[in-house]
């Protein structure tokens, strides 16, 4: 492949955790954020054990373990996939409602392991239908969610969708 000017690539420390909404803007006010150059490259400070990259562009993203990097040193992108859907409510579009995709991760639940979480919406248009971008790879849940206050409370609740309502492309 050819370099990737413009990454945004930040490093992960064991039982940290991060998240990145709409696939390109990270959350993790602890870790290291820079941006790859004209060549694709970007460095680090020099750190102590293993670790996690997360690296994201508008064509794609990686997370690589340290392991890995140091073995080849290079960190592939992989391309995003998008998802295309029509929410209907019976037999008819249903507008406005608010959609989220969510990773099916299998979490080891080992507190020392680093974990990404994606957090991916859209809204349905006037014909009830939406498109998620920057979706990683892999199984996805595709939900309906319904935001309630309950007194002083803010709640989510989400309902899965049917997978045949989707048309998901890579």
Same mark, same amino acid.
């Given at each position: 492949?050819?370099? =990737?000017?413009? /990454?945004?690539?930040?490093? *992960?420390?064991? @039982?940290?955790?991060?998240?990145? !909404?709409?696939?390109?803007?990270?959350?993790?006010?602890?870790?290291?954020?820079?941006?790859?150059?004209?060549?694709?490259?970007?460095?680090?400070?020099?750190?102590?054990?293993?670790?996690?990259?997360?690296?994201?562009?508008?064509?794609?993203?990686?997370?690589?373990?340290?392991?890995?990097?140091?073995?080849?040193?290079?960190?592939?992108?992989? =391309?995003?996939? /998008?998802?295309?859907?029509? *929410?209907?409510? @019976?037999?008819?579009?249903?507008? !406005?409602?608010?959609?989220?995709?969510?990773?099916?991760?299998?979490?080891?639940?080992?507190?020392?392991?680093?974990?990404?979480?994606?957090?991916?919406?859209?809204?349905?248009?006037?014909?009830?239908?939406?498109?998620?971008?920057?979706?990683?790879?892999?199984?996805?849940?595709?939900?309906?969610?319904?935001?309630?206050?309950?007194?002083?409370?803010?709640?989510?609740?989400?309902?899965?969708?049917?997978?045949?309502?989707?048309?998901?492309?890579?």
């Amino acid at each position: 492949g050819k370099p =990737a000017m413009g /990454t945004k690539a930040v490093i *992960l420390e064991p @039982g940290r955790g991060l998240q990145v !909404n709409d696939g390109m803007d990270f959350y993790a006010p602890d870790s290291k954020q820079v941006t790859a150059d004209a060549d694709g490259l970007c460095s680090f400070p020099a750190g102590n054990g293993s670790f996690k990259l997360l690296a994201v562009s508008e064509s794609g993203y990686a997370q690589t373990p340290s392991a890995d990097i140091i073995k080849t040193g290079t960190n592939k992108l992989s =391309a995003w996939a /998008t998802i295309h859907g029509t *929410l209907m409510r @019976g037999s008819k579009p249903w507008p !406005n409602q608010k959609i989220t995709a969510s990773l099916n991760e299998n979490w080891t639940g080992d507190p020392n392991e680093s974990r990404v979480f994606f957090a991916l919406e859209a809204t349905t248009g006037p014909d009830g239908s939406f498109t998620i971008n920057h979706v990683p790879s892999g199984p996805v849940i595709v939900a309906r969610r319904l935001d309630m206050q309950v007194g002083r409370f803010f709640m989510t609740q989400q309902s899965q969708l049917e997978k045949t309502n989707l048309d998901e492309k890579l």
